[in-house]
């Protein structure tokens, strides 16, 4: 009988190193930066989730360097089906093909976001999915069920799981240099 851990799926080098590092190259330094929001009513609130974020998938935000953002989001793209394929191997029951579209996150030192779900009326997710940019940082661990279970995720990784209430879980405060992460959702 499986439990809640099993259904925690970590996917090493899933993203090769150079995307990662192109997807930095291109966003690292950008002046698009804002705020993340929480509860999916885009209330911003520090103290629940302090980190700032590029919606990459958007339209708007590729249109400002096409070529690169579009060809960046395509790359994503293969690598998140990739990993949803890999889930519905080890999970014959999800039948998920469909993301949300990518949201570039920036954890800067002292950034976390505290113990959540990913699901809820507003937006309806199946499976959670962390990409992994950089590891160059302490800190930051992902963190289930009150930091009963961690994971510290090299660069290139990416973490799975439900998005429902069962999984609670958070981003524990970053102690030195920037995390990187990409997410998605799969419904």
């Known amino acids: 009988m499986n439990q809640l851990k099993d259904y925690i799926l970590v996917l090493e080098d899933i993203l090769p190193n150079k995307l990662c590092n192109d997807i ?20 911003i609130n520090k103290e629940i989730r302090n980190c700032t974020i590029i919606e990459m998938s958007l339209n708007n935000v590729i249109e400002k360097n096409k070529n690169v953002r579009k060809l960046l989001d395509d790359k994503v793209f293969k690598c998140a089906k990739k990993a949803i394929e890999k889930y519905n191997e080890k999970f014959k029951q999800t039948y998920i093909s469909k993301d949300s579209g990518y949201q570039l996150l920036k954890y800067e030192k002292g950034g976390f976001y ?38 510290s995720l090299k660069k290139g990784s990416a973490i799975m799981f439900p998005s429902n209430f069962l999984y609670p879980h958070s981003v524990l405060p970053i102690i030195d240099g920037t995390r990187y992460s990409i997410v998605t959702w799969f419904i």
């Not at 930095?24 to 509860?39: H, M, R």
């Not at 992994?132 to 994971?151: A, M, P, Q, R, V």
């Open 24 to 43: 930095l190259n291109e966003y690292e330094n950008s002046n698009e930066w804002l705020d993340t929001t929480v509860g999916g009513k885009g209330h």
């Open 114 to 151: 505290t113990q959540h779900v990913d699901s809820f009326t507003e937006l309806p997710r199946t499976i959670s999915c962390s990409f992994i940019l950089n590891d160059n940082f302490k800190g930051g661990e992902f963190s289930f069920f009150n930091n009963t279970l961690l994971y």
